[in-house]
């Protein structure tokens, strides 16, 4: 394969401890932040580099696949691609490349589900964790607040297909770390906008409640207004806020009665007490600094 110029655009690529801990462990997963993605969240934490596409383009896959190399020679855990939607044909390239050159910690396809079923397929094998979210059950919703179309039937379609290729998950008796198997995350939005217990019906149904599922209270409503996407506040004023506690334990109480078990949580103070990360800095999350 010949070696191209402007091979894929990254934002950032460093050890990160804000995933679940049976990703983040102890030394943290290898996370590769893709520049761009192929949704516009109009709540979106990383606005900096999904919509403005901050970031720096790698000229090779060797690169990339020696970015990969890195982080597992530093101790991460895992390779963690987060919002790869939009460069499948590159990232598969880089993690043959990298595989071959002796990468044998797992690889986490971490998506907002808005995926090519057939670029899915051609990941069959490379990829050992998917990650993705459930964002929506109801499609005008998930228009107007991520520019998605047929957001829900797609990213339904999406989830099957991973789990038909890692199936559930299962971590390690010695350490607690996930080998191989998908946890779904669902965002849990103000005034039920996510349509949360409705993903969780189809996730109990289609794939089972054994499935590995992450309820995540870490909505803000500060990238609303740090990127200027205020005026959706007109048609959907309950962004203006965090969720409450209350809107938390009711999908909580949900997934349980629908039989999951396997339930990582988030404490609803969370967005408040860590804020948004900021691209800009070195260091562009708040937990990481601290470690
Ligand atoms: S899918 Fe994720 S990264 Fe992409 S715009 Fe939405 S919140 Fe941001």
């Known amino acids: ?26 030394k943290g997963v290898g996370a590769i932040f893709l520049s761009g993605c192929n949704l516009r969240c109009v709540f979106c934490q990383n606005w900096q580099i999904s919509h403005r596409r901050m970031g720096e383009t790698l000229n090779t896959p060797a ?7 890195k982080l597992q020679e530093l101790g991460c855990h895992i390779i963690d691609l987060v919002s790869p939607s939009h460069q499948v044909k590159s990232l598969r390239i880089s993690i043959r490349l990298a595989k071959e050159q002796g990468l044998t ?6 998506t907002n589900s808005l995926d090519n079923l057939d670029a899915l397929r051609s990941l069959e094998g490379l990829i050992d964790i998917y990650l993705p979210d459930l ?3 109801n499609d005008r919703i998930a228009k107007d607040l991520s520019k998605a179309h047929s957001y829900v039937s797609k990213s339904r379609a999406s989830v099957l297909e991973m789990h038909r290729q890692v199936g559930h998950l299962f971590p390690n008796d010695e350490d607690a770390l996930a080998q191989r198997g998908l946890i779904i995350r669902i965002l849990v939005l103000p005034h ?4 949360c ?13 054994e499935t590995w599922i ?3 209270a870490q909505y803000n409503p500060r990238p609303l207004f740090d990127s ?9 004023p309950a962004l203006g806020r965090p969720i409450t506690e209350t809107e938390y334990e009711n999908v909580l109480e949900e997934a349980q009665n629908l039989g999951f078990e396997n339930i990582f949580i988030q404490e609803c103070t969370a967005a408040v007490e860590y804020g948004s990360p900021d691209f800009e800095h070195e260091q562009p999350f708040v937990w990481d600094q601290k470690v």
């Open 1 to 26: 394969m010949s070696e191209r110029g402007n091979f894929v655009k990254i934002a950032r690529i460093t050890p990160h401890f804000g995933e679940e801990p049976v990703l983040t462990g102890t």
């Open 63 to 69: 690169q990339l696949a020696g970015e990969m190399l």
């Open 105 to 110: 910690i797992p690889v986490v396809y971490n």
């Open 135 to 137: 964002k929506y059950s």
């Open 192 to 195: 039920n906008l996510s349509g």
């Open 197 to 209: 217990i409705e993903s969780l019906q189809f996730i109990a149904q289609e794939i089972g409640p």
């Open 214 to 216: 992450s309820l995540m």
């Open 228 to 236: 200027s996407n205020e005026a959706i506040l007109k048609t959907y």
